[in-house]
């Protein structure tokens, strides 16, 4: 302990030559009596996925809007009704949570609590509950956009996809990327073909979670095997297992591509910058925002928030450093289909598509 | 019999050494008497204590007794398994200690006054106490009494929510060090939960019974399908001597990953859903809040009040439980004196395994109401953990489950509260299971490491903790 105390000392030293400050009362600015407050899945704010993404959002209003943020993680299961519980004592007045998984445990924190808001990410009830709001996305339409990309980019043939479970909010972007592949193929009487998800059968690779980044790149090298050449990873972080794959096969002299997906990967995962051809993007962060923004001014309904290509909430990503490699008939065809579905002209339709 | 005895015999220390003590030649000629006795309880009981006992002399160390022994549990895990129960304490508290200037070195407020540490020390110290201590109160105020609670019902919710939370920790945990006091590194609790909570959530939730009825029959599944999947490992390690580490370690993987694939079909999905989640258990089917709703409290916590009287008597009072010792102390002293190993092995096993199921089902039919992948959470290891801290003994794995329920469920205060992490509390309780297993570092620091006159005290509680194992 000594020694700890110490070498904890003696660190200071270097640190700890300042001038002790003035005792003066920084008024804080009136933070409001409002409190906006979120509680994750196991996966924690710092999943790279729909968890840091509200998070982030919620975030953003606390400077935007003034609000206070209260937040907790839940590290397993069981923590869900606890955190919930907490958070409402706590007394906040909308509580966002992350996941289908707590749609039981949010379920019964709002029947206890009739006055307080909540919100949920990524689910909906098939009885909507009077305070609370499911956010939910319609990713399918711009999965969609992202595998007519892929099939029209693609040097091989064939594109690929893999999921982290199997779950909707997964098998949503596949059933979009099929999609948007047997689309164009339909409409250029090509034949690409797609590994790793069949829409028919509703089947396919998945790594089995999102953590294990090994197990993203051993698909990813299968898919390569397979002749694939473009690879969209619905799997969070394992993602990044696609990239170092893909990225040591361009290495080898191979022409391929990723696609990423939840948030724009050429800003969030800026190692396959050279190799990130678009992203699929849920803006969750903003739709949080928005929620947030409406309860506040007293607007709140339990009217699903659906994300669409019509309303942005689903969206492709630019092509940045890629954008030479798209063709500009394909860019034109692109905005078609993005206009023709945002106004309900092509139906891009997924088993696991919002019912609302 | 004797020519095996012989050769380890033979592999004791320099006879040099031993000689001196002269009690090894008597010793030799005393044990095959003792063994050729039929092998009643009482005499099981003496022949035992008198093979212990010819080696008492002190000459041979107590290590050496186990640690020769081929198939013998590993001396140092045993050491770790059932040390002092001082050395939990210390352990505790100086895991607290480093967790909170861990706390502290994240605070803002200490980061600022650090800055300035010369100029104003009294700032640095009182930031890096404050932040310390708001965490812990907050940790306290979320898991045993918070004052700011509306009337007593209120201020003891925490409480009851540490209770709560305790519950599949002490039941697993009682199966880990169950299993341990015969001798097997139980790692599969995870596994015998899983395994546990599929069955008694499938007769939940598919099963539409009458009241009574139908949550005995869930209790019954859970507690049935933990004995069975942990049963298997004891049989396959009775019959064909594989490692029960790894055994369990593997039916973790296929437990967990069986528990994936039935949630992908739909006789495990609701109706209409293709989320990976059960329907939820019928109210028919779930344990009653035994202290009204305000709490989660349900009666599962009374099983295991129940399962620890039933593991203390089972070890302390029962002919089996003399066995299941007595095979852990040495198996092969054990087959010698006419204890039937394997029986005990898949025995042991198997109640280890109903054990972990009761966590199971106080998971599915106590708390969550519904089978998802994380049915088991951590339990499973938390669990060795708990029965690391408790000693193997039932009620220091009860305490100890208290313990951890405790820092789960105040971490949730103290993560909303001060805004610490909610890791920190994983962070103590991987630090007290680090010195828990480096007794001498805790007493080192406590200044407590036993010097020449201490070191005789310390050789006798020892040995009375091998020779006495009733204790």
Same mark, same amino acid.
């Given at each position: 302990m000594a020694g700890v105390a110490t070498a904890g000392a003696a660190a200071l030293? +270097?640190?700890?030559?300042g001038a002790a400050p003035t =005792?003066? !009362? /920084?008024? !804080?600015? !009136?933070?409001?009596?409002y409190t906006g407050c979120i509680v994750s899945d196991s996966?924690?704010?710092?999943? &790279?996925?729909f968890n840091q993404s509200s998070y982030e959002g919620l975030k953003k209003t606390e400077k935007d809007l003034g609000i206070k943020v209260n937040q907790v993680e839940s590290k397993?299961?069981?923590d869900f009704e606890p955190n919930l519980r907490a958070m409402v004592t706590a007394g906040c007045n909308l509580t966002i949570t992350v996941g289908f998984l707590l749609g039981d445990a949010t379920k019964a924190q709002a029947t206890a609590n009739p006055d307080k808001h909540f919100a949920i990410i990524d689910f909906g009830y098939d009885k909507p509950i009077a305070n609370v709001k499911p956010i939910i996305y319609d990713t399918a339409q711009a999965a969609f956009l992202a595998g007519y990309l892929a099939a029209g980019t693609t040097m091989t043939g064939t594109v690929a996809t893999f999921g982290g479970i199997k779950i909707p909010t997964v098998t949503i972007f596949m059933d979009g990327y099929a999609d948007g592949v047997k689309y164009y193929n339909e409409k250029k009487g090509k034949n690409v073909k797609v590994l790793g998800w069949d829409k028919a059968k509703q089947d396919g690779s998945f790594?089995?979670?999102?953590?294990k980044q090994d197990k993203g790149k051993q698909f990813t090298q299968n898919f390569l095997d397979q002749g694939a050449d473009i690879v969209m990873p619905v799997a969070g972080p394992v993602g990044k297992g696609a990239g170092a794959a893909l990225k040591e096969a361009k290495a080898a002299g191979k022409d391929v591509k990723l696609i990423w997906v939840d948030s724009d990967g050429f800003l /969030? =995962?800026?190692?396959y910058k050279d190799i990130m051809l678009s992203s699929v993007m849920k803006q969750m962060g903003e739709a949080v925002e928005t929620v947030v923004k409406e309860d506040k001014d007293g607007?709140? /309904?339990?009217t699903p928030y659906v994300g669409t290509l019509a309303n942005d909430g689903v969206q492709l990503a630019p092509f940045h450093? +890629?954008? !030479? &490699?798209?063709p500009a008939e394909l860019k034109t065809e692109l905005d078609q289909i993005k206009k023709d579905i945002a106004d309900g002209k092509l139906k891009v339709e997924s088993a696991a598509s919002p019912k609302a | 019999m004797t020519e095996t005895n012989r050769p380890r015999h033979a592999a004791e220390p320099d006879p040099a050494k031993t #000689?001196?003590?002269?009690?090894q030649p008597t010793a030799t000629p005393n044990t095959p008497d003792v063994e050729t006795?039929?092998?009643?309880d009482a005499t099981t009981a003496t022949s035992l204590d008198t093979a212990g006992g010819a080696m %008492?002399?002190?000459?041979?160390p107590v290590s050496g007794q186990s640690g020769i022994? @081929?198939?013998?549990?590993d001396s140092l895990m045993r050491k770790i398994f059932t040390g002092s129960g001082m050395v939990s304490v210390l352990a505790v508290l100086l895991a607290l200690i480093l967790g909170g200037l861990l706390i502290a070195s994240t605070d803002k407020a200490v980061s600022a006054s650090a800055g300035y540490l010369f100029a104003r020390p009294s700032d640095f110290f009182s930031a890096v106490w404050s932040a310390a201590t708001r965490s812990y109160v907050a940790l306290f105020q979320g898991s045993?009494?918070? @004052? %700011?609670?509306?009337g007593a019902a209120g201020q003891f919710a925490p409480l009851m929510e540490t209770l709560t939370i305790a519950t599949p920790l002490i039941t697993a945990g009682l199966g880990v060090a169950l299993a341990f006091r015969a001798g097997l590194f139980n790692i599969g609790a995870q596994g015998q939960i899983i395994m546990a909570g599929i069955l008694a959530s499938w007769v939940g939730f598919a099963l539409h019974l009458p009241m009574g009825l139908h949550l005995l029959l869930v209790l019954v599944a859970g507690v049935v399908g933990g004995a069975l999947w942990a049963g298997l490992v004891g049989f396959l390690k009775a019959r064909t001597g594989a490692h029960e580490v790894i055994l369990t370690i593997m039916f973790n993987y296929i437990a967990l990953y069986f528990l994936r694939y039935l949630l992908n079909t739909p006789a495990f999905q609701r109706p209409g859903e293709t989320n990976p989640i059960s329907p939820i258990l019928d109210p028919s089917a779930v344990y009653p809040q035994i202290l009204g709703t305000?709490? %989660?409290?349900?009666l599962g916590f009374i099983l295991a009040i129940a399962a620890t009287v039933f593991v203390w008597w089972v070890l302390n009072r029962s002919t089996i439980g003399f066995e299941f010792r007595a095979v852990g102390a040495n198996p092969k002293a054990a087959l010698t004196a006419g204890i039937n190993v394997p029986r005990a092995t898949i025995l042991v096993m198997a109640i280890a395994g109903a054990l972990a199921g009761m966590s199971g089902v106080a998971q599915v #039919?106590?708390?969550?109401?519904v089978l998802t992948d994380g049915v088991a959470a951590t339990y499973g290891f938390d669990a060795i953990t708990v029965a690391l801290l408790g000693r193997s003994t039932p009620w220091g794995t009860f305490a100890a489950g208290l313990l951890f329920g405790a820092f789960r469920a105040g971490a949730v205060q103290m993560q909303i509260q001060t805004?610490?992490?909610?890791d920190i509390v994983l962070v103590v309780q991987s630090l007290i299971v680090l010195f828990i297993a480096a007794p001498p570092l805790v007493r080192a620091v406590f200044g407590l490491n036993p010097r020449k006159k201490k070191a005789v005290k310390a050789n006798k509680s020892k040995t009375a903790a091998t020779t006495g194992v009733a204790a």
């Amino acid at each position: 302990m000594a020694g700890v105390a110490t070498a904890g000392a003696a660190a200071l030293m +270097l640190t700890g030559c300042g001038a002790a400050p003035t =005792a003066s !009362s /920084t008024a !804080s600015a !009136s933070a409001g009596n409002y409190t906006g407050c979120i509680v994750s899945d196991s996966g924690g704010f710092d999943d &790279q996925s729909f968890n840091q993404s509200s998070y982030e959002g919620l975030k953003k209003t606390e400077k935007d809007l003034g609000i206070k943020v209260n937040q907790v993680e839940s590290k397993t299961n069981n923590d869900f009704e606890p955190n919930l519980r907490a958070m409402v004592t706590a007394g906040c007045n909308l509580t966002i949570t992350v996941g289908f998984l707590l749609g039981d445990a949010t379920k019964a924190q709002a029947t206890a609590n009739p006055d307080k808001h909540f919100a949920i990410i990524d689910f909906g009830y098939d009885k909507p509950i009077a305070n609370v709001k499911p956010i939910i996305y319609d990713t399918a339409q711009a999965a969609f956009l992202a595998g007519y990309l892929a099939a029209g980019t693609t040097m091989t043939g064939t594109v690929a996809t893999f999921g982290g479970i199997k779950i909707p909010t997964v098998t949503i972007f596949m059933d979009g990327y099929a999609d948007g592949v047997k689309y164009y193929n339909e409409k250029k009487g090509k034949n690409v073909k797609v590994l790793g998800w069949d829409k028919a059968k509703q089947d396919g690779s998945f790594t089995g979670d999102f953590e294990k980044q090994d197990k993203g790149k051993q698909f990813t090298q299968n898919f390569l095997d397979q002749g694939a050449d473009i690879v969209m990873p619905v799997a969070g972080p394992v993602g990044k297992g696609a990239g170092a794959a893909l990225k040591e096969a361009k290495a080898a002299g191979k022409d391929v591509k990723l696609i990423w997906v939840d948030s724009d990967g050429f800003l /969030t =995962a800026p190692d396959y910058k050279d190799i990130m051809l678009s992203s699929v993007m849920k803006q969750m962060g903003e739709a949080v925002e928005t929620v947030v923004k409406e309860d506040k001014d007293g607007k709140f /309904t339990n009217t699903p928030y659906v994300g669409t290509l019509a309303n942005d909430g689903v969206q492709l990503a630019p092509f940045h450093d +890629l954008d !030479s &490699q798209v063709p500009a008939e394909l860019k034109t065809e692109l905005d078609q289909i993005k206009k023709d579905i945002a106004d309900g002209k092509l139906k891009v339709e997924s088993a696991a598509s919002p019912k609302a | 019999m004797t020519e095996t005895n012989r050769p380890r015999h033979a592999a004791e220390p320099d006879p040099a050494k031993t #000689a001196g003590t002269a009690a090894q030649p008597t010793a030799t000629p005393n044990t095959p008497d003792v063994e050729t006795t039929d092998a009643t309880d009482a005499t099981t009981a003496t022949s035992l204590d008198t093979a212990g006992g010819a080696m %008492r002399p002190s000459a041979v160390p107590v290590s050496g007794q186990s640690g020769i022994v @081929p198939g013998g549990p590993d001396s140092l895990m045993r050491k770790i398994f059932t040390g002092s129960g001082m050395v939990s304490v210390l352990a505790v508290l100086l895991a607290l200690i480093l967790g909170g200037l861990l706390i502290a070195s994240t605070d803002k407020a200490v980061s600022a006054s650090a800055g300035y540490l010369f100029a104003r020390p009294s700032d640095f110290f009182s930031a890096v106490w404050s932040a310390a201590t708001r965490s812990y109160v907050a940790l306290f105020q979320g898991s045993v009494f918070n @004052p %700011r609670g509306t009337g007593a019902a209120g201020q003891f919710a925490p409480l009851m929510e540490t209770l709560t939370i305790a519950t599949p920790l002490i039941t697993a945990g009682l199966g880990v060090a169950l299993a341990f006091r015969a001798g097997l590194f139980n790692i599969g609790a995870q596994g015998q939960i899983i395994m546990a909570g599929i069955l008694a959530s499938w007769v939940g939730f598919a099963l539409h019974l009458p009241m009574g009825l139908h949550l005995l029959l869930v209790l019954v599944a859970g507690v049935v399908g933990g004995a069975l999947w942990a049963g298997l490992v004891g049989f396959l390690k009775a019959r064909t001597g594989a490692h029960e580490v790894i055994l369990t370690i593997m039916f973790n993987y296929i437990a967990l990953y069986f528990l994936r694939y039935l949630l992908n079909t739909p006789a495990f999905q609701r109706p209409g859903e293709t989320n990976p989640i059960s329907p939820i258990l019928d109210p028919s089917a779930v344990y009653p809040q035994i202290l009204g709703t305000q709490y %989660r409290l349900h009666l599962g916590f009374i099983l295991a009040i129940a399962a620890t009287v039933f593991v203390w008597w089972v070890l302390n009072r029962s002919t089996i439980g003399f066995e299941f010792r007595a095979v852990g102390a040495n198996p092969k002293a054990a087959l010698t004196a006419g204890i039937n190993v394997p029986r005990a092995t898949i025995l042991v096993m198997a109640i280890a395994g109903a054990l972990a199921g009761m966590s199971g089902v106080a998971q599915v #039919a106590g708390t969550e109401k519904v089978l998802t992948d994380g049915v088991a959470a951590t339990y499973g290891f938390d669990a060795i953990t708990v029965a690391l801290l408790g000693r193997s003994t039932p009620w220091g794995t009860f305490a100890a489950g208290l313990l951890f329920g405790a820092f789960r469920a105040g971490a949730v205060q103290m993560q909303i509260q001060t805004g610490t992490p909610i890791d920190i509390v994983l962070v103590v309780q991987s630090l007290i299971v680090l010195f828990i297993a480096a007794p001498p570092l805790v007493r080192a620091v406590f200044g407590l490491n036993p010097r020449k006159k201490k070191a005789v005290k310390a050789n006798k509680s020892k040995t009375a903790a091998t020779t006495g194992v009733a204790a």
